[in-house]
Each structure stands twice: as C-alpha cells, then as structure tokens.
C-alpha cells in the first residue's frame, strides 16, 4: 500500500507520496517494507499507489526494476478506477480493485502490508504463526503504553493471541492480559488466507461503509473469523554473530517522529541497525564517489561526528555533528551543521549555521545563512514543527543538481 498522503509530513510531501520521503541518507520510506518482504522469501509484490506517486515510481523503478519471472516480480499498479468513478477510499477498496490480479496469481496466503513505517521483520515468522493458528487473517501487532494507544486500532485477545474485538482508535482500550498497562496496538500489516479473503471482500462489497481493514473490516468479522494478533516481540531477526536484533518499528507519520527515526541512526550502537547484511535494506544504487572531507587547519577542518554521511558528500573544512546527510550534499568552509537532516544535492554555503532542521532537495543556502537558532525568525520563512524542527521544501531541479544522477 503505497498511496498515502502523509498530511503530517508536509512539507516534506508537499510533491511526493509518504512512501517516496527520503530516509537515512540513501533510501526510501518504501525500502523497508519491499526489503523485509524479500529477505523473507517473498518474492511476488504489487505496490498500489495513487497520491503523487512519480516518485515513487521513478524510485522503484530504479531500486526495485521489473523482471519477467512469474513468481518474482515488484509491479507497480497504479489506481486505475477499476470498480466505479473512484479512486481507492482505504486499504480493503484498493484490494478490492485489484482483486483479479490476486486471484490470477494463485497465491495460498496474501500479505497486505503498508509502506509507510520504519522497520525490520521477518515476515516469513508471521506466516508460520498464521498457518500454525489455522487462521482466516493474522493481523500484525506490537505493545504499546496504554496512554499512547488511541492513535492506533487496538486488538483485544484472549491468552492464545485470538482477536475478539478489534477497537480503533478509542480512548480507553482494552489491556494485554497480564499487562494492564500495555495495548496491542496494530501496525496496519495483515496476513489473510486467501480463500477467506476473497470470501471477506465479497461480504463486504454488500456493506455500505466497507473500505479499511482497520476502520472497517477487521472489527466486523472478529466474531465469525479466525483473526489472531501476531506479537513483533517474537519477530526474530538474526546478526552475523548469531545474536538477534533489537526490535525496531517507528511510525514516522509527523514531521517530529519522522526527525526522531532519522537521529536513530546516528549513535554508536543504533536502535535501528543498517549494517546487518544478512538482512540488507535495498535501494537504488548510483555512481557516486566516495564522501569527502578535506582540510586540517586549526581554524578550517573538515570533520563528521555521530552522523551519516552518504555518498557523493564533501564536507570542505566544516563541522557536521548529530546529522544525516544525503547524497552530494556540499558543506563549505566554516559551516556548522548539527541535529539535522540534509537532502539529496543540498549546497550548504560558507558560514552557514543549521541547526535542528530538515533541509529537502536541491536546497541551495547562500553564504552565513543561519537556520534553527531563532524559532521566530524561522517561521517567518519557513515551516517550523511543533518541537521546533524547521523545514525548507524542495527546491526545483537546477542543470547541477540534474548532473548528479537525481
């Protein structure tokens, strides 16, 4: 599922979808859910998009190209008004208007997984779980604390994870047995037996209302259905030295959550591990040099502490802490860069001083710029977020920045 609007996330997508915001330098929100797919031995995948989606389609073009394998492929399918003058009004009418395609494909068993979360798992572990339990749908969960839970749907369970209610977004849900001040709270991730699926969707094309999974359609059929909650907890996803992975899943569906997953990357032992290869998160690859960073005076040294530096990068006798930095960002002499997240071809001029900000693509700031150290001065240009991010939205493509592979 790979329409989102991502509201929250504006500017930042202001002219992509959700799934197409850059992350951690290099990838994708989209990389995360089409790499745990594959490196669990799912092969066959189509991403249905709607909002804004050029790119993410030039993106999975190049990161995720077509094959003509018939049981491997990642097929974009746009909206396409299959069922009436509409375009999809939640996740069950998206599959409902691509129900063919399923159906034509053979599968036994259907992941319905959304695109726009930061996580690693195994979801082979998720289909045994679903398989083991004989269930009709298996709906992806995790704990979270009682007083944080009515931004999620929440599913009630008795002690063999058997979904009896499912309750969305309500104030006081109902507790995991035996941990009164913990939820179930749903990551939006749906395994379904195929045969039941389809049985699902026929039932509710006769519902007046019946368009999301959460909203919808889990909550109707708890009491004549299988559904159980498969718990993350016991996603198992292994490092080279045999230990397991801390587990890891962030909802970056605000500009603040979306800051705080990106600064995940930063410390020595990262809450989120990108350096595990036996579980690589895939993206497009480009010819880009080596990152750089030159001179060693006193006064004008080139140096990154704690940060991410992606290819293509020249730090030129600046400072850059506490910060990811995307591909052929240009950080000039005397900047100072800290607490931030710069886009692809950002140029950051001399003297310049950011601060606490996201800086989107193709940004180029003149010299002794200073962003992030006056909030007032900010919003009277930019866009300032709640915790006092301050934003700059994409600049358009210049001849330089179209030189450099975008």
């Not at 209610?165 to 109902?174: D, I, L, M, S, W």
């Not at 889990?218 to 159980?228: D, K, L, S």
């Not at 997953?261 to 993206?283: E, F, G, K, S």
Request: with cysteine; proline share 5%; hydrophobic share 40%.
């Amino acid at each position: 599922m790979a329409g989102g609007k991502g509201d929250r996330l504006k500017p930042l997508t202001a002219i992509r979808s959700k799934p197409a915001v850059p992350f951690g330098g290099r990838y994708r929100i989209i990389d995360f859910v089409l790499s745990n797919l594959s490196n669990s031995g799912i092969d066959a995948m189509y991403v249905l998009t709607q909002y804004k989606a050029q790119s993410v389609l030039k993106h999975l073009s190049r990161a995720w190209p077509a094959t003509h394998q018939a049981h491997a492929f990642v097929e974009v399918v746009p909206a396409q008004m299959q069922s009436g003058d509409m375009w999809y009004r939640g996740t069950a009418d998206a599959v409902m208007q691509n129900l063919s395609m399923v159906k034509e494909f053979g599968a036994d068993y259907v992941a319905v997984f959304g695109a726009d979360h930061i996580y690693k798992m195994d979801v082979s572990q998720m289909l045994d779980f679903h398989v083991e339990k004989k269930a009709d749908v298996t709906v992806a969960c995790l704990p979270v604390p009682k007083n944080e839970a009515s931004g999620f749907g929440v599913a009630e369970v008795d002690s063999a994870l058997k979904v009896s209610r499912f309750h969305e977004k309500v104030a006081a849900p109902p507790t995991i047995p035996g941990h009164p001040d913990e939820v179930f709270a749903s990551m939006g991730n749906y395994i379904f037996t195929a045969k039941a699926l389809f049985e699902i969707l026929e039932e509710g094309r006769r519902i007046e209302g019946q368009h999301d999974f959460g909203h919808d359609v889990i909550p109707r059929i708890v009491a004549a259905r299988q559904v159980f909650a498969y718990d993350f907890r016991s996603n198992v996803i292994t490092l080279p030295n045999g230990k397991p992975e801390a587990h890891y899943w962030r909802d970056v569906g605000t500009l603040d959550s979306y800051f705080a997953a990106n600064m995940d990357l930063r410390n020595v032992v990262p809450q989120l591990n990108l350096y595990n290869w036996q579980w690589p998160i895939r993206t497009a690859s480009f010819n880009d040099p080596p990152a750089k960073f030159v001179f060693d005076d006193d006064n004008r040294r080139g140096h990154a502490l704690m940060s991410i530096v992606s290819g293509g990068c020249i730090v030129s006798g600046a400072r850059v802490k506490d910060s990811v930095l995307g591909r052929n960002v240009f950080v000039h002499t005397g900047a100072e860069i800290e607490n931030s997240i710069l886009f692809d071809n950002v140029d950051v001029g001399r003297h310049c001083k950011i601060k606490n900000a996201i800086i989107d693509k193709n940004v180029r700031l003149t010299p002794g710029t200073i962003i992030g150290h006056d909030q007032e001065a900010d919003r009277a240009r930019w866009f300032v977020s709640e915790s006092g991010i301050t934003v700059l939205e994409k600049a358009p493509e210049t001849e330089w920045s179209m030189q450099l592979n975008r």
